[in-house]
Nanobody
Framework: EVQLVESGGGSVEAGGSLRLSCVAT????????MAWFRQVSGQEREGVAV???????TPADSVIGRFTISQDKAENMLYLQMNSLKLEDTATYYC???????????????????????WGQGTQVTVS
């Protein structure tokens, strides 16, 4: 069973930076899509960025040029570097993963939270 644990959230002033981390345990050798989603209370969960097994990344339009998703496969770590933070980036951020089958890109899952099986508990990011 895959387990994901996020860290790195907190409070920051607008224009500042944060780096979120996610440690994964229980992985098999099967390839996975990894992603970050975020959610504001009362709103739908929103895709922030996904990363393929080959390192190809797909960020949401709202974070292009500001957020960067990356991974360290050797350490089973997923990261989200967030720069130039805005008030509207305030949300709970979730690390998530799903197995992929065949030569499918993870990009198509950016706006499909229901496609992901494994979720962390979330980490709060507050921009003021």
């Amino acid at each position: 069973e895959v387990q994901l644990v996020e860290s790195g959230g907190g409070s920051v002033e607008a224009g500042g930076s944060l780096r979120l981390s996610c440690v994964a345990t229980g992985y098999t050798d099967h390839p996975y899509c990894m992603a970050w989603f975020r959610q504001v209370s009362g709103q739908e969960r929103e895709g922030v960025a996904v990363i393929d097994t080959d390192g190809t990344t797909t960020p949401a339009d709202s974070v292009i040029g500001r957020f960067t998703i990356s991974q360290d496969k050797a350490e089973n770590m997923l990261y989200l570097q967030m720069n130039s933070l805005k008030l509207e980036d305030t949300a709970t951020y979730y690390c998530t993963a799903k197995k992929i089958y065949g030569p499918n890109s993870c990009a198509r899952f950016l706006n499909m939270p229901s496609a992901f099986v494994y979720w962390g508990q979330g980490t709060q990011v507050t921009v003021s």
